[in-house]
């Protein structure tokens, strides 16, 4: 589903430049649930962007399910993360001036769903986070585990085959933090690759498969010991 092999990024600011990211490279099987750790400024962020093709990367190649995304660029690069990937964001990143229905119906919008389509699919997709009774609501009407949910409800909107979160439960109490890592085991369940960018290692308990980053590197890959001892092997 997704192979990296050897990615660097450098940022530039003004003379300034910073490699956040050093030959990184691994592979990630469909499917699969996976956390990402480190430090803070350890590169995860930035990882998360490029895989999500929000950010271009300076060597190493990218094939996101079988697809090489070193020659793509502009609209079709656009399209293909419109239709491949689901992101979601600590910050939520809501549009204030919608409702919660409204804000799930986006993305499909841009991908030319026809009115009723997508409102059904909207529809649908809020029920599935269990925020039917809000459909009407603005973000600013909406608590801080709501409004995660209904980034996630808009994540789900043009049925991605990836979800990348980047620590989606990092502003949230531990009762909203359960339920929504009880909704990202669902979309996994359902057969949705997921990757997870968290600081909480009892979080990252809840994943099959840990990548730690430090300095930019990779520094460990490993199946989840914990999970291993509950599954008795
Ligand atoms: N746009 C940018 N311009 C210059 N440097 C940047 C930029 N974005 C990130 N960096 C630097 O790259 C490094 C990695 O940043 P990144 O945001 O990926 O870290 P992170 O692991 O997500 O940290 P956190 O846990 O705090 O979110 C940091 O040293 C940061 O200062
Ligand atoms: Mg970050």
Redesign the pocket.
Known sequence: MIQLQGID?I???GP?S?Q??KDVSFTIEEGEYVAIM????????????ILGCLDAYDAGSYVLDGIDISGVKGNILSKIRCDKIGFVF?SYNLLAKHSALENVELPMMYNGVPKKERKRMAKELLALVGLSDKEKNKPTELSGGQKQRVAIARSLANSPAILLA??PTGNLDSVSEKEILKIFQDINDGGVTVLM?T?EADIATHTKRVIS?KD?RIVSDQENLQRRIEAGR
């Not at 480190?38 to 962007?49: D, E, P, R």
Request: charged share 20%.
């Open positions: 990024k940022y530039k600011t300034i910073f956040a990211l480190g430090h803070s400024g350890s590169g995860k962020s930035t990882m998360m962007n600590q980047d620590e960018v600081h980053f930019g």
